[in-house]
């Protein structure tokens, strides 16, 4: 597999395409560090994976038309909604791995820039259970 | 006199018996892909569940709306029509 560089990821929320709406995608995996050190154990801390904790970063450049970002996040402010990501536009492969979790939307920010910037809204939600990951 | 009767067909389940009407297909309306169909295509309601689809919410923000074709479809019967 060769080094990638984003240019088409894909981004789906709630089953829509908000591809050409996000510039920036993070899905995060963090396992809780549990220790498990005792006597007798060589004088090294030993450690065991606990309860893993997803979360998924998405920077989106803000649209307010019908249909648009606002339109679709708005509506799904407090529930628990199916987002998936992909690195590349095209078919899921082992090279192309399509992940999706399931997200409580538990912030958003209509509004948010500065004279003469760009309007967008970054967001961290947490994900609620695993990350599945299809490669076909 | 005479006598009138209208015989009400639908197209789907569960209306009949005071449940919600469960609509079947719903049509993208938005420019944006919702499951992967454009605008103008139809979606089932199962390929909706299958993806884990919010639909009231995606109705809300203008993406899809409920398609004719799974809109009940009410016939009158010929007059005179016996029972």
């Given amino acids: ?136 | 006199m005479t006598h009138r009767e209208f015989h009400f067909s639908l197209t789907d389940t569960d209306s009949r018996f005071g449940d919600k009407e469960k609509i079947m297909a719903y049509k993208v309306i938005s420019g944006r892909e919702v499951c992967g169909k454009k605008q103008g295509e139809v979606l089932t309601l199962k390929e909706l569940e299958d993806a884990g689809a919010n639909i009231d919410a995606l109705i809300v923000s203008g993406h899809i709306q409920a398609s004719q074709a799974s809109q009940p479809v009410i016939k009158p019967a010929q007059e005179g029509a016996k029972n």
């Fill in chain 1, 1 to 136: 597999m060769a080094k990638i560089v984003l240019t088409n990821a894909v981004v789906t929320v709630n089953a829509v395409d908000l591809s050409d709406a996000v510039s920036s995608i993070t899905l995060n995996s963090s396992f809780d560090v549990v220790e498990t050190t005792a006597f007798a154990t060589a004088a090294a801390r030993t450690r065991v994976g606990g309860l893993v904790d997803n979360s998924i970063s998405l920077e989106f450049h803000q649209d307010y038309a019908s249909g648009e970002v606002e339109a679709t996040i708005f509506p799904l402010l407090g529930t628990v909604t199916t987002v998936t990501v992909k690195p590349v536009s095209g078919a899921t492969a082992v090279t192309n791995p399509l992940y999706t979790v399931s997200c409580l939307v538990s912030e958003w920010t209509p509004l948010n820039g500065a004279v003469g910037e760009l309007a967008t809204a970054s967001v961290t939600w947490p994900v609620s259970g695993a990350i599945t990951k299809a490669t076909s």
